[in-house]
């Protein structure tokens, strides 16, 4: 006769490996809740959502500097923008020339290392399309893009 074996292990309960979400989020879906949670984490005040907007904030053709807390900076203008619903995974493409290279940085806009993010200049008149692919490498093309604020600061304040 075999003896049967009794599983006691399954009795008590199994220790949790994560912190338990609180029991009420009024109704809201986990993933909305979650994101408001992370939202609220990295973006406190609520600048980059506000230059995230799609009414409000920054556009493909505007110009911006991006400074991180190690005091180095990074000047472009703005060539597409990935936005999401709730998202924290979204980004911006700047595309700058260095030494009459043209170079191209994708930035999250919520990673912690960004101290501040500046909008130099907002064109009058947007080029079209959501997103500016086709200015590379004709004459639309960005040139120095610091130089070129400069001399718009210029212009501003002669007249």
Do not use: C
């Not at 075999?2 to 399954?10: A, E, K």
């Not at 973006?43 to 506000?50: N, S, W």
């Not at 700058?96 to 919520?110: D, F, H, M, Q, W």
């Not at 893009?145 to 001399?151: I, K, Q, T």
Request: aromatic share 8%; proline share 7%.
């Amino acid at each position: 006769m075999v003896p049967s074996r009794s599983f006691h292990y399954l009795r008590k309960p199994l220790p949790t490996v994560y912190e338990p979400l609180p029991p009420k989020r009024n109704g809201e879906n986990v993933m909305t809740y979650i994101h408001k949670q992370l939202l609220s984490k990295h973006d406190p005040t609520g600048k980059r959502r506000e230059l995230l907007n799609y009414e409000t904030g920054l556009r493909a053709g505007d110009i911006i500097k991006v400074t991180y807390l190690d005091r180095s900076d990074v000047t472009g203008r703005i060539i597409a923008i990935k936005r999401g619903q709730r998202n924290l995974g979204s980004n911006i493409l700047l595309r700058t020339k260095l030494n009459r290279v043209g170079s191209e940085i994708r930035i999250p806009a919520y990673n912690p290392n960004i101290r501040n993010i500046e909008v130099l200049y907002k064109p009058e008149k947007y080029m079209p399309r959501a997103a500016h692919y086709y200015i590379r490498e004709s004459r639309r093309d960005v040139d120095d893009v610091e130089a070129f604020v400069r001399r718009q600061n210029g212009e501003k304040k002669k007249r």
